[in-house]
C-alpha cells in the first residue's frame, strides 16, 4: 500500500519561512519523480515543484527563487523549503509520486495546509 505523508504545514506571516515534507512508503522511492502541487480555494491544483529520480528539478513560475525542492532518499522523504512567503502562497500543499515511465503508478499526499497571515 502506497502512502505519502505531508507534514510541516501551518500559519506563518507574509515575509516568513516554512519547511514541508513528505515521506513515502510503500514504492521504490529513488524510481519517482517527486512534486509538490498547491490547490487554494476556488482555484485549480497548480505545479510548485518536482524533483526527478536524478535530481533534477523544475519550480513553478511565481515560486522561483522562493522555493526549494530536495530529496533524501535513504529516508524515502522529499522536501519543500519555502521562504519570502506571501499570502497568496495560502493554499493546501500536495505531494505527489509519479513513476517516471509508467505513468499508471501515480500517487496523492493527503496534503497540509499552509497559511500566510498576518
Known amino acids: 500500500q502506497v502512502q505519502l505523508v505531508e507534514s510541516g504545514g501551518g500559519l506563518v506571516q507574509p515575509g516568513g519561512s516554512l519547511r514541508l515534507s513528505c515521506a513515502a512508503s510503500?514504492?521504490?522511492?529513488?524510481?519517482?519523480?517527486m512534486g509538490w502541487y498547491r490547490q487554494a480555494p476556488g482555484k485549480q491544483r497548480e505545479l510548485v515543484a518536482t524533483i526527478s529520480d536524478y535530481g533534477s528539478t523544475v519550480y513553478g513560475d511565481s515560486m522561483k527563487g522562493r522555493f526549494t525542492i530536495s530529496r533524501d532518499n535513504a529516508k524515502n522523504t522529499v522536501y519543500l523549503q519555502m521562504s519570502s512567503l506571501k499570502p497568496d502562497d495560502t493554499a493546501v500543499y500536495y505531494c505527489?509520486?509519479?513513476?517516471?515511465?509508467?505513468?499508471?503508478?501515480?500517487?496523492w499526499g493527503q496534503g497540509t495546509q499552509v497559511t500566510v497571515s498576518s
Open positions: 505527489k509520486a509519479q513513476h517516471p515511465r509508467l505513468y499508471q503508478f501515480s500517487y
Open positions: 510503500g514504492i521504490i522511492f529513488s524510481s519517482y519523480i
